[in-house]
């Protein structure tokens, strides 16, 4: 079988859909080699996060060949590289980032479009109007035109049926897995290094993702107030919202307590994650919540939100509180590090349910999507 994707964000995304980019075309690549795997790009750069294609012999990087096509990659990216679709005989292909080319349709290729969320439309607050209005024409046409949907979660799901009106039976729940070097327990040499690389402190939580007003980074800078010995190390990146957490910082002389690591390896991101007390995610909304699932591999405590998916990512052994509540934050802080009894359960419990996030399972699930649809 040959099976396209859309690789932009694979080779130009460090974030979170670029990671799903490329941890889809590892596990797929991995778990059946049989198949041929077309990775169409308007630009090839950040070898170092595509180091598992390296050597791989059933992984095929396409770009655009003709000056017309490279010079306007937008217009190749959703229309023109459906001609590089048939003449490399594509059976299926998968729009990773709710997005499928134009004219696909009207061809023989089967189509599957990945939904991650709907953000932009239950808190248009956060977005510009224009954005919202494109986003909503994208998306929405990539539903209604794609053979299939993969939702990453039940909430995105019923999002995609409610917001869309697209018939439950068009969509299935395949959930996102973690980089696999989560997945591994990193030697203490490696763990050591990393905090002296960075100044971690001996005790921290921590903190990760992109720091913008959903992720709600302020709640747990106000709860550090009530915490006065606490130290937090935060991972990611921002612009106005992270100037805000940082004034807010400056003002309440909590400098010397919060560290900001940015442009980390992912594998020093795991040791960054071991070696935490707990991760603390109380975002106000998302698709699904990959450091839950990151932080529950490395066998780290987590205390994360009531509402919507992330009871799917974190399961029943997650501490879960009212994400803009400084008091239920701080007594679940306070819960996990006086008892050692529960850090063992949530910590062991954890990983257990973490088993059902794994590569094999993912790439089964999704391989199991391409083959109805050819079947059919």
Known sequence: ??????????????????????????????????????????????????????????????????????????????????????????????????????????????????????????????????????????????????????????????DVIEFFGIPEEKIDVVYQGCNEVFHHEVPDKTKRAVQIKYNLPE????????????????????????????????????KRYKMECIRFIEKHDLSDRVL???????EEMAAVYQNAQMLIYPSIFEGFGIPILEALFSKTPVISTKQGCFFEAGGPYTKYIDPLSVHEMKEAVLEIQHSIDLQNTMVSKGFEYAQNFTDHKIASSLFQVYNTLLDD
């Open 1 to 158: 079988m040959n099976i396209g994707f859309d690789a932009k964000r694979v080779f130009l995304n460090n974030t979170g859909l670029g990671n799903y980019s490329r941890d889809t075309i590892r596990v797929l690549s991995h778990f059946f080699p049989e198949n041929k795997y077309f990775l169409f790009t308007p630009k090839e750069h950040q070898k170092n996060n595509v180091s598992f294609l390296n050597g791989s012999e059933n992984t095929v990087t396409r770009t655009p060949k003709s000056f017309i096509d490279r010079f306007f990659t937008s217009y190749w990216r959703s229309k023109r590289v459906v001609k590089y679709m048939v003449a490399d005989n594509i059976d299926l292909f998968h729009g990773l980032s709710h997005e499928i080319p134009l004219g696909i349709e009207k061809t023989d290729i089967k189509t599957v479009v990945s939904i991650h969320d709907l953000i932009f439309i239950r808190y248009p607050q956060l977005f510009r109007s224009l954005d919202r209005k494109i986003y909503y024409k994208k998306f929405k046409s990539a539903c209604d035109r794609s053979d299939k949907i993969i939702a990453v979660s039940k909430q995105t799901k019923q």
């Open 203 to 238: 005790e921290y939580i921590l903190s990760v993702g992109r720091i913008e007003e959903r992720k709600n980074l302020l709640t747990i800078l106000k709860t550090l107030l009530e915490l006065p010995h606490q130290k937090l190390v935060v991972i990611g990146s921002g």
């Open 260 to 266: 900001f690591l940015t442009g980390i390896e992912t």
